[in-house]
């Protein structure tokens, strides 16, 4: 099965591309070799830049504030068990906690570092980082991957307060959804949704041997899904001829 994502609106569209990029990052650090690294700084900068937005932290900080008030409400209810409620909660705190302690935007401790933004200035240019550019980078390169490891590791710990806020936040927000089958006759699906039930993700799994690309789009009011196939030059086209079901997950 392949996942696929929906945000609904743009602080879960920032939510999302922010996860895609410490996932990335997360991979290419503990690797070895210095190209690895480079693509590991440069994941770094994206972050920075993504997470410059300047009501991301308060928009985090609300989101778990709301999801602390909602499990709140929910102790002493028979159905809920206490140990997990409390285990949720604390790391809610703690989230809470480091994320508000965390000063100003995410990476600004960095944006203070001359020789990692000697390096942001040029890592957009095409083969501007060359060791005739930049030497003090090319020799950095140079060194023993677990110099370069260590490093990283202590440039990315400015970040992680976000990067454990937002996975902790949109992992709640995924929890609330639940999945079901659907069909979609001549590759179309359209679902109306209620008004008063402001979802934020979609969330849809499709069997890989389709060979199906959903084509999504949505508002507050409906959903549309268009199942689509590539063709020989790899142009997606509407496959009418398919009646493929898939899983939707819509998240609130």
Known sequence: MILYEYPFNESI???LRLEHLFNRLGQL??????????????????????ASRADLKS????????YRSQFIAWKGNPAIQEAILDQVLQRIDTAYSNLQQLPGKAGQVLASNDWLMAIRSRISIPGGTCEFDLPSYYAWQNEPATKRQNDLMQWTQTLTPLADALRLMLGLLRDTGTPHMVAAPSGL???SLKENKPYQLLRLRIA?????????????LMVAIRLMKQDTEGKLKLAADADAGFELTLCA
């Open 189 to 191: 699906y359209q679902q």
């Open 29 to 50: 650090m503990w690797r070895e070799t210095p190209v690895d690294h480079h693509f590991a700084l440069a994941t770094i900068f994206e972050i920075m830049d993504v």
């Open 208 to 220: 890989r041997e389709y060979g199906l690309v959903p084509e999504i789009s949505g508002n507050r």
């Open 13 to 15: 569209r920032t939510l």
């Open 59 to 66: 928009d985090l900080l609300k989101d778990l504030e709301r």
